[in-house]
């Protein structure tokens, strides 16, 4: 089982940047994919993004933009760039990595925090 260990989060000024990690042994090669989910107090977990094996990146419609995610695959990790963060982003950012051979179950990190303030 591949158990994902995020990290990279903290506190930044609004207007700057961020990158996530998200690391574990098989994370790039031996999953269906691997996607970024936050969830901010009070609010429900959502989805922000996922890259499958092949590279190909999907995002949330709200982004506008703003993030980009890649992975090294040598390096069995996923990135979360943050750009022209808000706000609103402040969140505890997941990283999770979904499981083969059915590509429907996914194993969850412990999450990292990030706040934004104005």
């Known amino acids: 089982q591949v158990q994902p260990v995020e990290s990279g989060g903290g506190s930044v000024q609004a207007g700057g940047s961020l990158r996530l990690s998200c690391t574990a042994p098989g994370l790039t090669s031996n999953t269906c994919g691997v996607g970024w989910s936050r969830q901010a107090a009070g609010k429900q977990r959502e989805w922000v993004s996922s890259i499958r094996t092949t590279g190909a990146p999907t995002y949330a419609d709200s982004l506008g933009g703003r993030f980009t995610i890649s992975k090294d695959r040598p390096k069995d990790t996923v990135y979360l760039q943050m750009n022209s963060l808000k706000p609103e982003d402040t969140a505890m950012y997941y990283c999770?990595?979904?499981?083969?051979?059915?590509?429907?179950?996914?194993?969850w990190g412990q999450g990292t925090q990030v706040t934004v303030y104005s």
């Open positions: 999770k990595a979904t499981l083969l051979p059915s590509c429907t179950s996914s194993v």
